[in-house]
C-alpha cells in the first residue's frame, strides 16, 4: 500500500489485509476501511480529494473512490465515484462507470460506461445504454429519482434501458437532462433524451425519443394520500424490473464468471452475485409492502368514490393483496433459471471461444461479439425476462398484465 503516512489511515481488525492488494494500492490520509468482505485490488486509489470510508466493498483494479461513504457496493475496473460521494448497499458500478462529485447511491445498478454529474440523488435505478467512453448513457447534474411517495411506499424502481440488451454494449445511450428528475416507477428505451430541467412520469418505450415537459399544462387535481387510481402500472414495471435483475443474476452466473482473472478476481465476481441479490431481494420486500396497502387502498377508494367506484380496480387491489406471496415465492424460487438452455449455452461456447481467441478483458470479448452472438445473447436473457415476467403475471390475471 503507497501512503506517505500510514498512520493517518485506519484498517479494523475484521479486514482481511490479504484481500488488499499491497503496493498497488494507495489509500491516501483519512480513510477508514472496515468490513471482513473488504476487497480492494491493485491499483485502486482511496481518499485522493477527501476521506474516504469503505465497509464490506468489493473494489476492482484501477477504481478511483475520491471521498466519501461506500457500504456493501461493488466497483468493476475503472469505476470511479467524486468527493462526497454517498453509496449504500445492493450498488453495482460496473467497468468504467462513474459520478461525479455529490452523488448518493443505494439499489443502483450502472451498466459499464453510465456516467453520472454533481449533485445527484440516483437510488432505485438500473441504467444501461452507450458502447464506450465517447457514446454513453448520462445523468445530468442536480437530477433526482423520485423513489418514495405520498403513500409511504418504495415500489419505484425504474429501468432505464433493460437487461438483455444493455448487456451487449451495443445500444444507444440514454440522456436525463439535468436539473431535472423521474418519477419511479419507470421505464425508458434506449435513445431516450429528456431535455433539461424536465420532470418525467411516465413510461417511454419508443426508442430514440426527445421528451421535454417545459410549458405543459399543468394540473392540480385533489389528492388523497392511500388512494391510487391505478396500480397496473406500478406493478407490471416492478415485476419487469425485477424479471430483469433477474436475468442479470444469469448472466453473472454464466458470463461474468468466465472473466474470472487477476483484474476480476473470485471474491469481486462474489461480490456482484451478493448485491445483485440484495437488490432482488429489496425490490420484492418493497413491492410487497405496496400490496399490502391494497385492502386500506379499496377502503379509501370507496369512501371518496362511492357509487363511482370501479369494481375493476377494487379486483386489481384485492387480487394484488392476497396473491403478493405467490408472486414473491415464484421469484425467490429460482424462476429464471430454466428456459431457453440451447440458446443460453450456444451463447456460452461462443463466449468462451472469444475469449481463448482475444483475452479475458470483459468489454474487447463482448463488444467483439458478431452480431448473430450478441443477438444469441440477447434472445436468452429476454427469454428469462418474459419467462418470470410472464408466470408472475399469470398469478394476476384480473391486472390484465399479459394483454
Known amino acids: 500500500m503507497k501512503n506517505s503516512n500510514q498512520d493517518n489511515f485506519f484498517i479494523s481488525e475484521e479486514v482481511d489485509t490479504s484481500r488488499i492488494s499491497g503496493d498497488g494500492v494507495t489509500i491516501h490520509p483519512g480513510c477508514r476501511i472496515t468490513g471482513s468482505s473488504t476487497l480492494i485490488c491493485k491499483g485502486a486509489i482511496l481518499g485522493e480529494e477527501g476521506p474516504v470510508t469503505i465497509e464490506n466493498c468489493q473494489v476492482g483494479p484501477g477504481v478511483r473512490l475520491k471521498g466519501g461513504y461506500f457500504r456493501n457496493a461493488v466497483f468493476l475496473k475503472g469505476a470511479s465515484m467524486g468527493s462526497g460521494a454517498h453509496v449504500r448497499e445492493g450498488t453495482i458500478l460496473e467497468e468504467g462507470a462513474s459520478g461525479a462529485h455529490t452523488v448518493g447511491l443505494k439499489q443502483t445498478i450502472l451498466f459499464p460506461y453510465v456516467t453520472l454529474g454533481s449533485l445527484i440523488n440516483f437510488c432505485d435505478c438500473l441504467m444501461a445504454g452507450g458502447t464506450g467512453k465517447e457514446n454513453h448513457t448520462e445523468v445530468g447534474s442536480s437530477y433526482v429519482h423520485f423513489n418514495f411517495t405520498p403513500n409511504q411506499d418504495k415500489a419505484t424502481a425504474s429501468l432505464i434501458g433493460d437487461v438483455p440488451r444493455g448487456v451487449m454494449l451495443n445500444q444507444a445511450p440514454i440522456f436525463l437532462g439535468g436539473q431535472g428528475g423521474l418519477v419511479g416507477p419507470s421505464r425508458l428505451s434506449y435513445g431516450t433524451v429528456i431535455a433539461a430541467g424536465s420532470i418525467y412520469r411516465k413510461d417511454e418505450l419508443r426508442p430514440n425519443r426527445l421528451i421535454s415537459d417545459a410549458g405543459g399544462r399543468a394540473v392540480n387535481i385533489p389528492y388523497e394520500a392511500g388512494f ?9 414495471n416492478n415485476i419487469l424490473y425485477i424479471a430483469n435483475l433477474t436475468a442479470l443474476q444469469q ?22 452475485h451478493e448485491k445483485v441479490e440484495m437488490a432482488i431481494s429489496e425490490r420484492l420486500q418493497k413491492l410487497g409492502g405496496f400490496a399490502d396497502k391494497m385492502l386500506e387502498s379499496i377502503r379509501i377508494y370507496r369512501e371518496l368514490v362511492q357509487e363511482k367506484a370501479s369494481d375493476k380496480l377494487i379486483r386489481q387491489k384485492t387480487e394484488l393483496y392476497e396473491k403478493y406471496q405467490e408472486v414473491e415465492a415464484l421469484i425467490s424460487s429460482g424462476a429464471g433459471e430454466g428456459g ?15 475469449i481463448q481467441a482475444s483475452g479475458n478483458d470483459y468489454p474487447t470479448v463482448i463488444k467483439g461479439l458478431n452480431r448473430d452472438n450478441q443477438a444469441l445473447g440477447s434472445r436468452w436473457l429476454q427469454g428469462i425476462v418474459d419467462g418470470v415476467s410472464r408466470r408472475a403475471f399469470e398469478l394476476l390475471p384480473s391486472l390484465g398484465l399479459l394483454e
Not at 454464466?254 to 478476481?265: M, W
Not at 431457453?340 to 472469444?354: K, P
Open 228 to 236: 391510487y387510481r391505478s396500480i397496473k402500472r406500478i406493478v407490471r
Open 251 to 272: 448472466w453473472y452466473i454464466h458470463v461474468r464468471a468466465q472473466f474470472v482473472s487477476e483484474d476480476f478476481p473470485e471474491p469481486l465476481l462474489n461480490g456482484l
Open 340 to 354: 431457453l438452455v440451447e440458446t443460453r449455452d450456444a451463447f456460452l461456447e461462443a463466449v468462451s471461444r472469444d
